[in-house]
């Protein structure tokens, strides 16, 4: 059976926000695609939920939290990124909840995107492979929390020293979803993606993985993903449109 081909995304905007939950979650699917954008000059902005301080068991969170920041803040350079926010929330317990779509929308409220970029937030990765509970919780969190941002009365207490509502975000992008009927072309900005996950090193060897190749393994799904929009490479988001009627 022939793969279901994809639709180009668009790209006539100016600015996206990407909200992940943790450090290296846009170098496992969005990293060439943010490359390919800056390098067309958008302004891309990244924002982590967590530092992801939980995440390498042989080293103690407050460590960790310091070495993770310090390595997205070089990934993000890798692909033309020059901003890193760190919302400090607990890494592996996050809820879905007010708390957390207070914090988003402060953050869609002061950097005002187009297009505002999360990771998958489906229950799987298709199949039975599951989700990890922090990136449903952000995901869900996001598309909401892009609503507020334009709604005056919601979170109002954030409206001080002229912050307004910001309600021109267009779309949420979720890339790694199994869901996904969108993609954008990373032939050409590839390699900016390998490097940019190369720089999560101490993340990669904490993980354990024998041998793990960020080059192969960003790989296999850059190309099956292209042969899909008829490319060579290509990253694939499922869009969620926010603004009504449209
Ligand atoms: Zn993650």
Redesign the pocket.
């Known amino acids: 059976m022939e793969p279901e081909p994809l639709e180009p995304l668009p790209e006539d905007w100016a600015r996206a926000l990407c909200v992940v939950?943790?450090p290296?979650?846009m170098e496992f699917g969005a990293a060439a695609a943010v490359a390919r954008w800056t390098g067309q000059g958008k302004d891309v902005t990244y924002c982590m939920v967590t530092s992801g301080e939980a995440g390498i068991d042989g080293m103690e969170p407050d460590e960790c939290r310091r070495v993770r920041e310090a390595e997205q803040v070089a990934s993000a350079a890798e692909v033309g990124v020059p901003v890193v926010e760190f919302l400090g929330l607990a890494d592996g317990v996050l809820e879905y909840g007010v708390p957390l779509r207070a914090a988003i929308a402060h953050v869609v409220r002061r950097h005002r995107p187009d297009v505002v970029i999360t990771g998958n937030f489906r229950d799987t990765w298709g199949g039975n492979n599951l989700n990890?509970a922090?990136?449903v919780a952000t995901g869900r969190a996001v598309v909401d929390a892009v609503r507020d941002a334009g709604n005056r009365w919601v979170f109002h207490d954030q409206l001080t020293d002229g912050l307004e509502p910001w309600g021109g975000v267009k779309a949420v992008w979720a890339f790694g979803s199994p869901l996904a009927g969108h993609a954008v072309d990373t032939t050409e900005t590839f390699e900016a993606g390998v490097r940019s996950l190369e720089a999560h090193r101490a993340y990669i060897d904490g993980l354990g993985w024998e041998d793990f190749d960020a080059r192969e393994f960003l790989e296999g799904f850059g190309r099956q993903t292209g042969q899909r929009l008829g490319v060579a490479m290509a990253a694939a988001f499922e869009v969620f449109p926010m603004g009504w009627g449209e």
């Open positions: 939950a943790h290296d979650d990890q922090d990136h």
